[in-house]
């Protein structure tokens, strides 16, 4: 079974940083890229940021970028989420995924995703 594990989660200061990291096993895909999605309580869950397999293009949601990066590691099966400048809005659950047809803004087109980290950024 393929599995997604997140990590990197808590709690700071508007102003501060996480990074996110996220592992993947048990799969035997050649090549996917990754993404990250957030979900605040009572909201759809909405896209963050995705990278290529072999990082050759990322991309990002308007609401996050120049503070966010996202970055992989293949050789360790990982894809990481820099979160700088934090905000309140920021505060959400957030869940890395696979898309096996490359990296996309879509939620529909990721096909396995991890269980979530809590980000909460204090006022």
């Known amino acids: 079974q393929v599995q997604l594990v997140e990590s990197g989660g808590g709690l700071v200061q508007a102003g501060g940083s996480l990074r996110l990291s996220c592992v993947a096993s048990?799969?035997?895909?050649?090549?996917?890229?990754m993404g990250w999605f957030r979900q605040a309580p009572g909201k759809e869950r909405e896209f963050v940021a995705a990278i290529t397999w072999s990082s050759s293009a990322t991309v990002y949601a308007d609401s996050v970028k120049g503070r966010f990066t996202i970055s992989r590691d293949n050789a360790k099966n990982t894809v990481y989420l820099q979160m700088n400048s934090l905000k309140p809005e920021d505060t959400a659950v957030y869940y890395c995924?696979?898309?096996?047809?490359?990296?996309?803004?879509?939620?529909?087109?990721?096909?396995?995703w991890g269980q979530g980290t809590q980000v909460t950024v204090s006022s």
């Open positions: 995924a696979i898309d096996l047809t490359g990296a996309t803004r879509s939620v529909s087109r990721y096909d396995y």
């Open positions: 048990g799969h035997s895909f050649s090549r996917y890229g």
